[in-house]
């Protein structure tokens, strides 16, 4: 099994800036993609951004695009999610998650999910 453990969430003001950290542990070897996907009250949870483990490619939500960079630490087993021009509806409970495919942005292809770190940003 992997276990994750996101950091990092918080309050911050409209276009502020905000690090995320998400730490592997467990059977990390098994890991194909890390990704960041977040969840409001009463809606589903949605992608944000994946980064393949091995081998470098990574994706982004439209509605991230251009904000919000992924990168990771395969030494550390850990995965950042570095948020800038931060907006009011970037508020959410943000998530990371693995799973055995390369670049999926579907949640049901994610087998490990963290307990989830709150973003709160004020406008």
């Known amino acids: 099994q992997v276990q994750l453990v996101e950091s990092g969430g918080g309050l911050v003001q409209a276009g502020g800036s905000l690090r995320l950290s998400c730490a592997a542990s467990?059977?990390?070897?098994?890991?194909?993609?890390m990704a960041w996907f977040r969840q409001v009250p009463g809606q589903e949870r949605e992608f944000v951004a994946a980064s393949s483990w091995r081998y470098g490619p990574t994706y982004y939500a439209d509605s991230v695009k251009g904000r919000f960079t992924i990168s990771r630490d395969n030494a550390k087993n850990t995965v950042f999610l570095q948020m800038t021009s931060l907006k009011f509806e970037d508020t959410a409970v943000y998530y990371c998650a693995t799973t055995l495919r390369d670049g999926s942005r579907s949640r049901r292809d994610y087998t490990y999910w963290g307990q989830g770190t709150q973003v709160t940003v004020s406008s």
């Open positions: 467990g059977r990390t070897f098994s890991i194909a993609t």
